[in-house]
């Protein structure tokens, strides 16, 4: 699997090629990706695994066009998102991206359903519209009932499942999740993981998700692992345990 | 993103954020009802010191013994006599009217009611010289004048505080052991420019008040008023040449007499309320800059969890122009709010204190206009400027903003 970057493959929805990120300049300067390439067709479910500090979460949020790499290409189904300006790659994330963070980064004193409107609020749908796909997506995480609670009437598995429902509201090729359940006790965790995989299996959702904990990882039909920057090996996983 | 849309977001975050929104707001409404109220009030003292300038009547003169400026006489110069007042008359050029006075407080009693009140005595020039004009009643006749009787012409403030709502013309009242027969009733004139009610008075004939409540010959101001056109200067350097010959000064002495214009004297005055408006007008802008300086430190306190609001609305797909439409319009709406309050509270605060100080309330429009303008400003300035900032970082940054 490790030359499909190299071969057009019809089903490729990212290519990642030579990828570097750079902080900050000079003799401080630090680079946390060496040249990156990695190739995700469709309907994968990846998990991204390595040591603290390998660059990760630098990946990740290149690849939710959060942030944007030193050099290197992104292709995203076809379009080269280094070319983008910034309009075209919040759009870009408004229509076909949902990120789920460590730390939820829900709005605060905000009720779980406007929170998971709020992707909604943007693409211009109406309220009755947003009223319905939300609630809906509440509902796919379990917490219709919760919908007028504010973030901190929720516990953390609560909160990382209304920020699961933003994430996936839109309906969007790819979910994208940066150690999402990081902050929950394994009970929650595997909850979560649950989730993640029928929203992979019925809805066809591209997922990448980094994780440190094996038995997370293990949902996963493909683990990457990051060393230092670079992709040390990327392995096809069993299926789930 | 629709206009409409962006309004709602923004009504959004003001209620979700209440505290934040009403600081900001109280900080605006106190800057401009301050500034908006100390103005207007201001200006209205400007005006009713130059109505008072009108209604003092051009061209008066007041003639006092001694240097000094103030109220009575100073460093032992001597009064003046009636016959200064008749000298002046007969020698000098374009007068209309010359009235010797001698004012004394005293109490006046009607039935059961007393009332402290000034009586001034002297001749029916007086109510020539003062623009008075009478609402009841009649003025002195020389016959009166010249025989002292005791009749007296009231001030609108004297005949509410002492007689009920008949005509108190030919009504007794008391002053003192003597009793005084009230001829004529004055139309009330309001306060002077120094803020003496002027119709807390009591005029009667000079002769009258010297025999029986002074008991001396002095007349302590000649009020002097001249026609119209005639020239300040001359009318002074005649009415100079005159009292010193009269008062026997030889060429080294300083003259013991003062000649004040009054119309100057307002003028002055005048002058030195604009001055205290200029002053309040000041201290209120700075209370308009306090307002925005909390403005601005109540956007600056909320600035990490607004950099972080911003990053999570950027990551879920927003564009940076809506971030700040939002941010635009939330700011809008809170300094336009509370600028209007402001404005609002300014105009009754001016209502009532006007009539308390009993000035005239006078609604200017450019100052309304400036102090919301400016509150606006600083309101959109710092709800806007951080937001733009936070706006042009790529979301990741703003999201790991400390
Ligand atoms: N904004 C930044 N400025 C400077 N250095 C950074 C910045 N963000 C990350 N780094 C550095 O880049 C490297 C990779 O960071 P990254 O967050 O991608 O690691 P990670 O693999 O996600 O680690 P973890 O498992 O602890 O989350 C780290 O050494 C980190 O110190
Ligand atoms: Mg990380």
């Known amino acids: ?241 | 993103m629709m206009g409409w849309t962006t309004l709602l977001l923004a009504l959004r975050e003001i209620r979700r954020n209440l505290m934040r929104s009403f600081l900001t707001v109280l900080g605006i409404v106190i800057g401009v009802a301050a500034v908006v109220t100390m103005v207007t009030l201001g200006n209205g003292a400007t005006q009713s010191v130059s109505d008072q300038i009108s209604s003092l009547g051009s061209n008066l003169l007041m003639l006092r013994p001694g240097q000094r400026m103030g109220p009575g006489s100073s460093s032992g110069a001597p009064n003046f006599k009636a016959e200064d007042a008749e000298a002046i008359k007969t020698q000098v050029g374009s007068l209309k009217a010359v009235a010797p006075t001698v004012s004394r407080t005293s109490v006046v009693v009607v039935g059961t009611k007393n009332w402290a009140t000034s009586i001034t005595g002297s001749n029916s020039d007086y109510f020539t010289s003062g623009n008075w004009t009478l609402e009841d009643g009649r003025y002195f006749s020389a016959t009166e004048e010249r025989a002292g009787k005791a009749v007296c012409v009231i001030g609108a403030t004297v005949r509410k505080e002492l007689f009920e709502s008949h005509s108190p013309v030919g009504d007794t009242l008391r002053i003192k052991q003597f009793s005084c027969e009230v001829i004529g009733v004055l139309a009330a004139k309001g306060q002077s420019a120094m803020g003496r009610d002027q119709d807390d008075t009591v005029v009667m004939p000079l002769r009258t008040v010297q025999r029986r409540l002074t008991g001396k010959q002095d007349v302590t101001t000649i009020l002097i008023s001249m026609q119209d056109g005639a020239s300040t200067e001359q009318v002074t350097n005649q009415l100079t040449v005159l009292m010193r010959e009269r008062r026997k000064l030889s060429d080294n002495e300083e003259d013991n007499f003062s000649i004040r214009d009054t119309k100057e004297i307002a003028q002055t005055l005048s002058g030195a309320i604009g001055t205290m408006t200029a002053l309040l007008g000041a201290v209120a802008a700075v209370s308009l800059l306090v307002g925005g300086i909390g403005i601005m430190n109540i956007m600056l306190v909320s600035v990490t969890e607004r950099t972080r609001e911003i990053g999570i609305r950027l990551a879920i797909g927003a564009m940076e122009k809506e971030v700040l439409m939002q941010f635009l319009t939330e700011a809008v709406v809170l300094s336009a709010f509370g600028g209007l309050v402001g404005l609002l509270l300014a105009a009754i605060a001016c209502y009532g204190l006007a009539s308390m100080l009993s000035l005239p309330f006078l609604f200017s429009p450019s100052i309304n206009l400036l102090a919301f303008g400016f509150s606006a400003a600083i309101g959109v300035i710092f709800g806007y400027v951080p937001a733009r900032r936070a706006a042009q970082l790529d979301p990741i940054e703003a999201l790991r903003h400390e």
């Open chain 1, 1 to 241: 699997m490790n030359d499909a970057a190299t071969t057009v493959e019809p089903d490729v929805l990212i290519r990642l090629s030579g990828i570097t990120k750079t902080y900050g300049n000079g003799p401080a300067a630090f680079q946390a990706l060496r040249g990156i390439d990695l190739s995700v067709r469709e309907g994968e479910f990846v998990a991204i695994m390595g040591p603290s500090g390998s660059g990760k979460s630098t990946a990740m949020n290149i690849l939710g066009c959060l942030d944007t790499p030193t050099s290197g290409e992104y292709v995203f189904d076809g379009v080269h998102v280094e070319h983008l300006s910034r309009d075209q790659r919040a759009l870009l994330r408004r229509n076909y991206l949902g990120f789920v963070f460590q730390g939820f980064n829900l709005l605060a004193r905000t009720t779980a359903q406007e929170n998971v409107e709020l992707p909604l609020l943007y693409r211009g749908e109406n309220t009755e519209a947003r009223h319905r796909i939300g609630m809906e997506a509440l509902r796919s995480v379990g917490l219709a009932e919760w919908a007028h609670h504010t973030s901190s009437e929720l516990s953390g598995g609560q909160q990382q499942r209304v920020a699961i429902a933003r994430a996936i509201v839109t309906n969007p090729k790819v979910l994208l999740a940066d150690e999402p359940t990081g902050n929950l006790d394994s009970k929650r965790g595997h909850e979560i993981m649950e989730l993640l995989v029928s929203m992979n299996r019925d809805h066809g959702i591209t997922i990448l998700m980094v994780t440190h904990e094996h038995d997370i990882a293990a949902y996963a039909k493909r683990i990457v692992h990051f060393v230092d920057g670079q992709i040390a090996h990327d392995n096809e996983n069993g299926g789930a345990p």
